[in-house]
């Protein structure tokens, strides 16, 4: 071993990820330059011109919700946790792009922030299994008072809304429950009064203040918007009593000529007149519009959807422009073609994508509904992508296209759950969760099975070839690793752990392997008789999912969050990347060294600066 | 580009949904999908034409150089010598303005024709104590004299007082009755039906065709004695062979023999009896 190093950070270049399930997720910033959005237990602060991101991060979980306060001053965020804990709101100053103060009272979920006008006090909802309203002095960074959200026979309550003027009063919307809460500071106490809606049972899922404080809008499950009066706290209105917008109104902005934008489930964006008449002017978008948010100037929007994609669009052409998309739940696998590191490849629930990787632009899409891609390959000569599916099926697409080319069915009983293809691009190596290796030969004709190697117990989880196409190292969660000779198809090695292998990687001279897996552990074996030369600690507290050796160095991701880069003959960390929200599920070098890309549970990408370095030689003798 | 995402996963709806984000290059588009590489979809950089250098005469050196010599440029002719015009025809205002012609003065209507004669001028006198020698009652003595006297208008009486109104009005003179298109068909209701019967005509003239076209083909009177007489030939060939069998037949090929030609033979007899009963016969389909 050689002298300690100092560890350095990775640069991140580049993040692609959106958190679009959270509802009023996308902010935009009163400055008009910046706009914010949630990914996993990150906040993400994107300056639009410079088209740069700063990260907040401070979450243990996911982002629940995210308000800006009108000054443009705070941010406020908060968070889901395990069921009987306590979940943080986090409020951020924005022009530090630092914590301000963590407040800790609600259960298991923050449902709603929001900040009252002059910045004096914020308001924060708690879950369905929290059910109250706490008001915070952002001064003293303490709590005013509390009191529960709604009655015992009423359900969860959903929004939240301080009022434009007055820092006294507030209102909260959920199922069938619509309060307005006033404060008195002096007493420390919030007091409640129900409005009166009549006949009508709704669900609220928004609530928007019209600027005078006269009249409160609420868009509801129905696919109606509730006009109450604020001062009687009575219905005035509702409506578009005809043609209501399908799947419920899941976000509302109000417009200054006293329209409104309203985005239903379905994904429908339209406007309504003051009258709450829908106009003719309409679009869709892709996914439930979670969130809207107007731009400075009111001359656009920015509309986040459940797909995880955001648009802006124009007020005037009303026609929405993808800004960005990014998967929307676990991304799975992330591979590069062989001669190419401008693009990559990834692969999710339904869906595999390919990117470029400067731009992070999406290039091209495969969708197969309700089925997961577990891996994804190129094929090296750059013909077909290859995916494997956990409904047993190995699908093969044209790259630029993105059709079909061949399918082959039941490849694998229980999912196919790792894939390798041979520099021929006609061989194909797949695992699948029941623990069988098979080998495909891929022909015009077909693709015929032309070997099923059964050793492996459990999932195999990673596949790697040696260049010379003669022997692959698959990694399984039965505790072993196993050597296979493929010209005479047979077990040449096996290595076997108390773990569950989840990464697996050649050096590059062929003549050791590395594991990753459950135990932390990172092994360095010996290819020809399975001997272990050498383990070190991976992580402090999670498992290792995400491999990947390049020149001199490898690289691990796994539970605790971290990109880490090792010395591979030190056996040192020389780089650590933080940024990511959630578990690391797998890591990729690009060919040519000079980037990384990581992908993790909650859907991000996030692509790393590297610096490229020589080749590694051979083992040096210790 | 950003927008194709969303519309052209909507419109592939097969189990295989799939969508072309990227409009990279033309070749790429056009590309068959047997030579599609990953590596195509790479957006290209497009690099912006650089402009070809400004154009420079090659004369531009000697022209300046020409230029900066000190040339008297203006002095080559001087201005141009003409007679100085006398002291009397000094230059008039307006003198050098351009004059346009006269307008020649056009004959108006009024003056072509005069409508009505003209107003007596003041200096005329009218003519005064005029006389004629006409004697105004005498002859209008005699024009009534001579008169026919006049047709009294047809007029009836419906009451007592003896109002009259006018008879000819009051519609109970025959008056359309004495017309002399009464009680006839109007022309266009003539020309109407004639139309009409000539499309019927016509329309049932396509059903006959169209109906003689799909019946079955009769068959000839010749081809019916040709084929008779064919059958009949058949028959009379059969029957020479059959004479010519072996009156013992104890054997089962010749038993069979036999057996067949009586029903060949029984069959033709079938046969020509049915086209010699029927004069008139249908073919459904004729084979070629």
């Known amino acids: 071993m050689g002298e300690a190093v100092d560890v350095q950070s990775l640069e991140l270049v580049s993040v692609i990820g959106f958190g679009g399930n959270i509802p009023g997720g996308l902010v935009s910033h009163p400055d008009g330059q910046h706009i914010i959005y949630p990914l996993g237990c990150t906040v993400i602060v994107e300056d639009i011109q410079k088209n740069k ?142 409005c009166n809606l009549g006949q009508l049972k709704r669900i609220v899922h928004c609530i928007q203040i ?105 007020l005037e052409s009303f026609s929405p422009q993808l800004i960005s998309s990014s998967h929307c739940s676990k991304v799975t696998d992330v591979c590069f073609p ?28 495969l969708s197969t509904p309700n089925v997961t891609c577990h891996a994804v390959a190129f094929t090296p000569n750059g013909k077909a992508i290859i995916t494997a599916w956990d409904d047993g099926k190995i699908r093969a697409f044209y790259p630029q296209s993105g059709k079909p080319m061949y399918t082959i069915s039941d490849a694998h009983n229980k999912g196919v759950t790792a894939l390798a293809c041979m520099s021929d691009s006609r061989t194909v190596i797949s695992g699948g969760g029941e623990g069988q290796v098979r080998v495909w030969e891929v022909n015009k004709s077909g693709q015929h099975m032309t070997a099923a190697l059964k050793e492996h117990t459990g999932t195999v989880t990673c596949i790697k070839l040696r260049n010379n196409d003669e022997e692959c190292v698959t990694a399984s969660t039965d505790g072993t690793c196993i050597i296979w000779d493929l010209i005479k198809l047979v077990r040449s090695q096996v290595i076997f752990a108390n773990t569950m292998f989840h990464a697996v990687c050649y050096r590059p001279d062929e003549c050791q392997i590395v594991t990753a897996g459950t135990d932390r552990k990172i092994g360095y074996w010996e290819t020809h008789d399975g001997s272990q030369i050498r383990e070190l600690d991976g992580s402090e507290s999670a498992s290792i999912n995400g491999m990947d050796v390049h020149g001199t160095r490898f690289l691990t991701g796994g539970g605790d969050k971290l990109i880490k880069v090792w010395d591979y003959d030190r056996g040192e960390v020389t780089h650590i990347g933080i940024g990511h929200s959630a578990e690391v599920t797998k890591v990729k070098v690009a060919p040519n060294g000079c980037h990384a890309v990581s992908v993790s549970v909650d859907g991000a990408i996030l692509r790393w600066k590297m610096l490229p370095t020589a080749l590694l030689g051979p083992p040096s003798s210790t | 580009m950003a927008t194709d995402i969303h519309t052209c996963t909507t419109l592939a709806r097969c189990s295989l949904t799939y969508t072309t984000l990227a409009r990279c290059s033309l070749h790429a588009v056009m590309s068959l999908p047997s030579e599609e590489s990953i590596y195509n979809l790479i957006p290209k950089t497009v690099t912006p034409e650089s402009k070809p250098p400004r154009y420079k005469s090659m004369f531009s050196s000697t022209v300046r150089s020409d230029g900066r010599q000190d040339k008297a440029c203006s002095k080559t002719m001087g201005p ?44 005329e006198q009218p003519q005064m104590g005029s006389k004629s020698n006409k004697n105004y009652v005498t002859t209008n003595a005699v024009n009534n004299i001579m008169a026919v006297p006049r047709k009294p208008a047809a007029k009836y009486v419906d009451t007592v007082s003896g109002d009259t109104f006018d008879l000819v009005a009051s519609g109970l003179v025959p008056k359309y009755t004495n017309k002399k298109d009464y009680g006839k068909v109007p022309g266009f209701l003539e020309r109407r039906r004639e139309d009409m019967t000539a499309a019927q005509a016509e329309y049932d003239c396509y059903i006959e065709e169209s109906l003689r ?14 084929l008779l007489a064919g059958l009949k030939a058949n028959w009379e060939d059969l029957h020479h062979q059959y004479q010519g069998l072996s009156v013992i037949t104890d054997t089962a090929p010749k038993k069979a023999r036999k057996e067949r030609m ?10 020509i009896e049915l086209l010699e009963r029927h004069h008139r016969l249908y073919i459904s389909e004729r084979l070629s």
Not at chain 1, 345 to 357: F, L, P
Request: charged fraction near 25%; proline fraction near 3%.
């Open chain 1, 53 to 194: 991101q700063s990260f907040l991060s401070g979450h243990s979980d996911s982002v629940s919700c995210l308000a800006c306060s009108t000054s443009g001053n705070f941010l406020a965020s908060g968070q889901v946790t395990h069921m009987g804990f306590k979940a943080d709101v986090i409020v951020w100053q924005f022009k530090e792009r630092a914590l301000y103060c963590r407040l800790t009272l609600h259960m298991v979920k923050v449902q709603a922030v929001s900040f009252s006008p002059n910045d004096k006090y914020m308001a924060s909802l708690g879950g369905q299994d929290d059910n109250s309203v706490v008001i915070w002095d952002l001064e003293k960074k303490e709590a005013v008072c509390g009191s529960q959200a709604a009655m015992q026979s009423a359900g969860p309550v959903y929004a939240l809304a301080f009022c434009n003027t007055r820092d006294d009063l507030f209102v909260t919307g959920g199922n069938h429950t619509l309060r307005v809460w006033e404060l008195s500071p002096e007493t420390r106490k919030i007091v409640a009064t129900d």
């Open chain 1, 210 to 314: 019209a600027p005078g404080d006269d009249y409160m809008f609420c868009g509801t499950s129905s696919g109606d918007v509730l006009q109450v009066n604020l001062s009687t706290r009575l219905i005035q209105f509702y409506g578009p009593q005809k043609n209501k917008l399908s799947c419920g109104i899941q976000s509302l902005q109000l417009l200054p000529n006293g329209g409104m934008l309203v985005g239903s489930g379905e994904g429908t964006l339209t406007t309504l007149l003051p009258s709450l008449k829908r106009t003719r002017t309409m679009s869709r978008v892709s996914g439930t519009v979670s969130s809207i948010a107007l731009s400075k100037d009111s001359k656009q929007f920015y509309v986040g959807t459940g797909n995880s994609q955001r648009y802006v669009v124009e």
């Open chain 1, 338 to 365: 062989q001669k190419s590191s401008d693009l990559f490849a990834t692969s999710s629930y339904s869906d595999v994508r390919v990117w470029h990787a400067d731009t992070g632009k999406e290039l091209l899409r």
């Open chain 2, 80 to 123: 141009a010598k003409v007679q100085l015009s006398s002291p009397q025809d000094f230059l008039k205002k307006h003198s050098k303005e351009q004059k346009l012609p006269e307008r020649e003065a056009r004959a108006t209507n009024r003056e072509c024709k005069p409508q009505r004669p003209l107003v007596p001028r003041h200096t």
């Open chain 2, 213 to 226: 076209r799909g019946q079955m083909e009769q068959v000839t009177e010749e081809e019916r004695d040709t």
């Open chain 2, 262 to 271: 009586e029903a060949e033979m029984k069959q033709l007899e079938k046969d």
